[in-house]
């Protein structure tokens, strides 16, 4: 059995719709069946993808997120960019892209913000007459801020996986995620300046001092877990056990954590946790085969014969990087591709910092693309609208999202700037 036919089993299983970690697994273990490797091997190979300690910051990582959904800090950062921006065309656009930020410090994936963010600002935006394609589909594009803003739980399993700082890269995700950002908010500005019906209104007086004062305490979160990450003072998996502590404050503070809302925050963070811990050892099994089968030679060296040009190789990536997320789940394509792809990176010269935030956007694009779009089912569901109408919405926001990447590729210095002025 090659490792072709394992490919091929794992698409076909993905067409049907099986869970990726079994869809992973299954082709894998038959391949180590016919090929009278022992199952020992399978779990020991599978197991070893899991046990990191730097991996222990993705669990901690989406139980502040997911605490800080169900403490309402999402709607305070709401609030408060809306009093904020509120005065200026096509305000609540603005206001979409900078609740995703605000929140991104700590949620750490896309779906866990538009899970939060869509179900609220989509209504709101339909309310104030934008369309409800343009909502859907700048909601799904803002979410993608949270997988590259640290803390980024992609960035924790390609920190783990391809063995560089996780700190570093950290540091190198924060322009990318403002530039990702910016970019939208451009888009926002070209397509508000004509509709002059969608100009905000001032806030009254004394609200901005009340926004403000509700959002102070979700304000201390980034400062806690990047500037701990940043300045040294913690590690990753030590800042998020204190962002979970910081966030748990707050919740009860605010009154609205208690016992029974824990129980349900636990089950919700132990599934999400569980099925990314398949997904990375089932994906640890087959990089094992890929190596076995010297996949990453046989690249390497179709791509060094077809070019010597780094940001040509970079470009390839891309394209493939755009077509695999689209298929594959982002946790997945990143511990399968990263083993394949980084060695051939370094090859070329390329920084294994920037490559890993060029894969992380990539991948993150993926989110937004049929058939697998995460993205697109979880603002569908939680908006009960088709995936088709959602893409329709997003598929103007995939232009300022591929020009951002395009920027990153060709100018490595934006995303290595932060680390290398904080001598990470």
């Known amino acids: 059995m090659s490792a072709g036919l394992v490919i091929l089993g794992i698409i076909l299983l993905l067409a049907l719709r099986v869970p990726v970690g079994f869809a992973i697994l299954g082709p894998s273990v038959l391949y180590m069946i016919s090929t009278d490797q022992s199952t020992g091997l399978s779990l020991r190979t599978a197991a070893q993808e899991v046990n990191s300690f730097p991996l222990l910051a993705v669990p901690l990582f989406i139980l502040v997120g997911v605490i800080a959904n169900h403490t309402g800090i999402a709607d305070r950062i709401f609030a408060f960019a809306q009093v904020l921006l509120g005065r200026v065309r096509g305000s609540l656009g603005y206001v979409n892209i900078g609740v995703s930020v605000g929140f991104s410090w700590m949620s750490g994936t896309a779906l866990a913000d538009v899970a939060a963010l869509g179900k609220m600002q989509v209504p709101a ?28 739980i992609p960035a924790i399993i390609y920190a783990s996986v391809a063995a560089v700082s996780t700190a570093a890269l950290f540091a190198a995700a924060v322009v990318p995620a403002f530039l990702i950002a910016g970019g939208l908010a451009v888009a926002v500005y070209v397509w508000a300046r004509r509709k002059p019906d969608l100009a905000g209104h001032r806030a009254a007086p004394g609200e901005f001092r009340t926004a403000f004062l509700q959002v102070l305490g979700p304000l201390g979160a980034p400062a806690i877990l990047l500037g701990g990450i940043l300045s040294g003072l913690f590690t990753p998996t030590e800042a998020a056990a204190v962002g979970v502590a910081y966030v748990a404050v707050l919740g009860f503070c605010y009154r609205r954590l208690n016992l029974r809302a824990l129980g349900r925050i636990v089950v919700d963070t132990a599934t999400t946790a569980a099925s990314i811990a398949v997904i ?39 394209i493939a990087l755009i077509l695999i997320g689209t298929v594959l789940e982002p946790i997945a394509a990143l511990v399968i591709t990263v083993p394949v792809l980084l060695p051939i990176a370094v090859q070329f010269g390329v920084d294994p910092v920037h490559f890993g935030i060029i894969t992380i956007v990539n991948l993150m694009i993926g989110l937004l693309t049929p058939p697998i779009g995460g993205v697109l089912f979880v603002l569908g569901s939680a908006t009960r609208t088709p995936m088709h109408e959602v893409f329709r919405g997003t598929a ?29």
Do not use: C, H, K
């Open 280 to 318: 990375l050892a089932a994906s640890g099994l087959l990089g094992w085969i890929l190596a076995r089968e010297r996949v990453p030679q046989d690249i390497a060296s179709f791509l060094l014969d077809f070019t010597d040009n780094p940001i040509v190789f970079l470009l390839l990536v891309n």
């Open 396 to 424: 103007p926001f995939m232009i300022p999202l591929l020009l951002v990447l395009a920027l990153l590729t060709v100018a490595p210095d934006l995303v290595l700037f932060l680390p290398n002025m904080l001598g990470l």
């Open 125 to 152: 935006m339909t309310r104030r007459g934008y369309p409800r394609r343009f909502a859907l589909g700048l909601s799904a594009a803002s979410s993608l801020i949270s997988p590259v803003m640290p803390p980024s």
